[in-house]
């Protein structure tokens, strides 16, 4: 029988998040969208009075703060009922809609930093200084701050209309990727016909059948193949929006551009990639142990997922995902645990793979309503981590929103990955503590590595891309198939080393990454894992003093930068030691599973 997707309608609505907290109905969507439009027209009559007066200032901030709430409201609505079948044309409408109101909206309240920055630096002093904007004194400073990169009213007004179209290339990206795109069907271990999916993709590659593992890489990327120019001319046209809105804001580069955005210097991001760097015989030597433990004459990519021990592989029914969750996050506290339960009683989740469903995985939801995870789950133990990953996001989103203000709730991804990523960290821990014998931890001992291998080494990898990408754009280059394909190979022979055969598919793997339409986002993945290394460590060994900082980090929102939260919880990441820590905790890894095959 064939094995194929399953329609939204026939999984158990238990299965299904329940996003009636945001809106009930669509009715109440329309009203919310009605009075937002209303909203709009208030500013004309504050744009010019901000600085005549405390009082005018904090009125006009908590109009624009209630624009943001309301668009964040109405657009994440919209996107998460698209997300639950990309399809469906009403919910491509919907999220149309809500996506323009939101560009009106930042032209209509993109005059309040040009304002404020054309006024007198002892005007603004005293606006910082009164009382009534004593909750907005953060925020005032962050304006200050980027004075340098604000443009004129009516040039950020332009900026501000530009935003739909900028959004061009990653949404036609997202309907190619995850509506139009059909790999087709492949045999399965039983020999049965299989659909082929971005989400069951992962599933095959760990298949301890060498010829399921090749038919499965070899038809996703055809798949991509034939879109090859498309792909690249979306994601030269990304890039050249990255390089145009950095110049328009006169930072030097794209790179500097996003990471002033979260206040993180540029050495962070150089030193991630020279301490990988380091650490690459590392994962050279991991590589010649996998080629060895699985019996093959050359290592080849499709490889480099399957577990090593096969005998040891694990599948976790959702319901007992949950549960081992659970246990291994009893070290951040009952409290913790009790939001935790919360999120898997209440319809937080969105579980199963349906047909049209949004790929892989996140964490969303609005400020007013509580956390939502969206999930692909497919029983394996990559999907437990997932569920531990995501579920860490939701909660970093839960502690904030019920700490901070409206403003503030919203962290930066640079501390967002720390949060997922300790999770899994305390997962795998858990897990290899209860090992029941030499085979088992040997495979788990193997996942984990594999997740260095992804996180730390893989989204390095990406990162050093999409500098490189994004140097090229702005050295004048364009960016075409071949060059693009050619740049990335040479950086998966570099990453991966002699060790693996690197099939010609490999190249066009940049064409099916979401992340590069969000650029120098990756990055923080790697930053993050050796960040909740350290963090994880402190907790396991100090106990609850440790957990106790770490749920005041969770709480922090954007009250202050990320390097700053970070060093409340008890990491300093603006050295290279955090990274070097983590990969050699990688390296001893490495060296006690080859003692164990």
Known sequence: MSKTLRRRADIDARY???????????????ELYAATEALLAEGDSRRGHLTESPQNLRDCLLWADKLDSNLEELYTYARM??????????????????????????GVVSFVEPELLAAEDDVLAALSASPLLADFARLLDEIIRRKPHVLSPAEEKLLAESGEMAQGPSTVFSMLNDADIKFGAIEDEDGQKAELTKASYSRFLESPRRSVREEAFRTLYRAYAAQKNTLAALYNASVKTDCFYARARRHPSALVAALFAVNVPPPVYDNLIAVVHEFLPAFYRYAALRQK????????????????????????????ARTIVLEALKPLGEEYLAVLRRGFEENWIDVYENEGKTSGAYSWGTYASHPYVLLNHQDTLDSLFTLAHEMGHALHTWYSNSAQPHHYAGYKIFVAEVASTLNETLLIRHLLSRAADKTQKAYLLNHYLDQFRGTVFRQTMFAEFEKLTHAAVERGESLTTEMLCREYRALNALYYGPGVTLDEEIDLEW????????????????????AATALADGILSEGEPAARRYLTFLRGGSSADPLELLAIAGVDMTGPEPTRRALEVFAAMTAELEALL
Do not use: C
């Open 511 to 530: 064409a099916r990454i979401p992340h590069f339409y969000n650029a120098f986002y990756v990055y923080q993945y790697a930053t993050g894992f050796a």
């Open 81 to 106: 009922k698209r997300d639950e079948d990309n399809r469906e044309a009403f919910y491509q409408g919907l999220t149309g809609r809500a996506m323009t109101l939101a560009v009106r909206a930042g």
């Open 293 to 320: 433990a699985l019996g093959l004459d050359e290592l080849r990519m499709y490889d480099l997922h399957t577990p090593l021990v096969p005998a040891a592989r694990a599948f976790h029914p959702y319901e007992e």
């Open 16 to 30: 299904h998040w329940d996003l009636s907290p945001i809106f009930a109905s669509q009715a109440e969507w329309d």
